[in-house]
Every structure is written in structure tokens, then in C-alpha cells.
């Protein structure tokens, strides 16, 4: 069986301040993990993945995540806001040897200050 | 990768109507998710359609309420029938597709928003 807890449903953030948005994962493999990024009135885009290969993933637009498999966590982070950066974030989990089919956290929405 | 083109964009519907949503992808692939995403919520995965097969559906959904089709590789529709207000959502069509390297990722199309009257 695979979750993910996305820890906090809202993020605020001042243009120019660095971001953290937390995400928890639980896998029975080893798993597969991205972020996604749900603009208003979009769809979804991939910023980053993790595949097992490096643990400190770099992704578009600045963005990068950090798997750690002790703390089961891949938390997205970008040392510098930009306010078209607003947005709702997702986690996933994918279990390459289970079931296929991801699941998605709840998302957190990043809103970003002047 | 793999570009997918969704229509209708949005639309408002009457109560116990059905609307169909189409899907299409700009190559082939084996696999094409339904999801939905009700307001404020996160992603729950409807059905997955394979070609040439029966969709398969998630605990919760059921064919008579969301018929799909997939009549060939590229292409495949959702149909939300005898609507309610409680099916007011967005609708995102999915396909599985390789990424960079040997990997492959889920794309998205931009989701079709849904308002029941």
C-alpha cells in the first residue's frame, strides 16, 4: 500500500523568501515520487522526479526535492519565491513494483506576498 | 512526452444530463486515466482505460455513472451521465508516457470544469 501526507494545505510566503512545502510518503518498495504544479485554470505539470537515482532532485523553475529515506519524506523547496510561483503543489507516490496507479497527496497552496 | 488536448474546456449542465468529455493524445499509448478533483480536493482516480479492453474502475465509480470509451490509441471519452450537483468538478484525462531518460511520467491534460445546476 502507498500514501503520501501533504503536511500543510496552505504555504504563504513573501516574494524573495525561500519555500518549503513538506510531503510525506509511505511505500512497501521503493518508490517513485514527483511534485506537480496546478496553476488556475491548468493543468497539471511535472516540476520534478525522483526515480532512486540521486536523492537531491532538480527540477524546473528552480525547484528541487530532497528524498530522504529515513525521515520518508520529499519535501520541495526553492531558496527564492517569485510571485508567479502561486500556485497548488501536489505529492505523489508511485509504487513501481505494486500498483502502478500514483497517489496524490491533498496539495498545498502556495501563496505568494509583495 | 505527450500532449493532450481535452474538450469542452468547462461547461454548465442541467441537472440529470450527461456530457461527454473528450480526450486526445498526440501519440500512442496504452494507458489513459480519468481523474476527478472536486473542489478544493486533491486528484481521485476514476477509471483507467486501456485500448481494446474494458475500463477498469475505482472503488466508488461505476460504469453506468461514467462510461468510457478508448476506441483506439490516441483517443478515449468520459461520459458523466444523469448529472448532479454533487458531480460538479474538474475532470483531468491522464496518459502514461515516457519522460527524460528511460522513465516514464504521467501528463496531463488542462481538465475539463464541470458546474451542475
Known amino acids: 500500500a502507498q500514501s503520501v501526507t501533504q503536511l500543510d494545505s496552505h504555504v504563504s510566503v513573501s516574494e524573495g523568501t525561500p519555500v518549503l512545502l513538506r510531503c510525506n510518503y509511505s511505500?512497501?518498495?521503493?518508490?517513485?515520487l514527483f511534485w506537480y504544479v496546478q496553476h488556475p485554470n491548468k493543468g497539471l505539470q511535472l516540476l520534478l522526479k525522483?526515480?532512486?537515482?540521486?536523492?537531491l532532485v532538480k527540477g524546473i523553475n528552480g525547484f528541487e526535492a530532497e528524498f530522504k529515506k529515513s525521515e520518508t519524506s520529499f519535501h520541495l523547496t526553492k531558496p527564492s519565491a517569485h510571485m508567479s510561483d502561486a500556485a497548488e503543489y501536489f505529492c505523489?507516490?508511485?509504487?513501481?513494483?505494486?500498483?502502478?496507479?500514483?497517489?496524490f497527496g491533498r496539495g498545498t497552496s502556495l501563496i505568494v506576498h509583495p | 512526452s505527450a500532449v493532450i488536448s481535452q474538450k469542452p474546456s468547462r461547461d454548465i449542465c442541467q441537472r440529470g444530463t450527461s456530457l461527454t468529455i473528450q480526450c486526445q493524445v498526440d501519440?500512442?499509448?496504452?494507458?489513459m486515466f480519468w481523474y476527478r478533483q472536486q473542489p478544493g480536493q486533491s486528484l481521485t482516480l476514476i477509471a483507467t482505460?486501456?485500448?481494446?479492453?474494458?475500463?477498469?474502475?475505482e472503488s466508488g465509480f461505476v460504469i453506468d455513472k461514467f462510461p468510457i470509451s478508448r476506441p483506439n490509441l490516441t483517443f478515449s471519452t468520459l461520459t458523466v451521465s444523469n448529472m448532479s450537483p454533487e458531480d460538479s468538478s474538474i475532470y483531468l484525462c491522464?496518459?502514461?508516457?515516457?519522460?527524460?531518460?528511460?522513465?516514464?511520467?504521467?501528463?496531463f491534460g488542462a481538465g475539463t470544469r464541470l458546474s451542475v445546476l
Open positions: 491522464s496518459v502514461e508516457a515516457p519522460g527524460q531518460g528511460f522513465q516514464n511520467i504521467q501528463y
Open positions: 511505500s512497501s518498495y521503493s518508490p517513485s
Open positions: 525522483y526515480t532512486s537515482a540521486a536523492t
Open positions: 505523489v507516490v508511485s509504487d513501481p513494483g505494486g500498483s502502478y496507479i500514483p497517489t
Open positions: 501519440s500512442q499509448v496504452t494507458m
Open positions: 482505460a486501456n485500448q481494446g479492453s474494458e475500463a477498469t474502475y
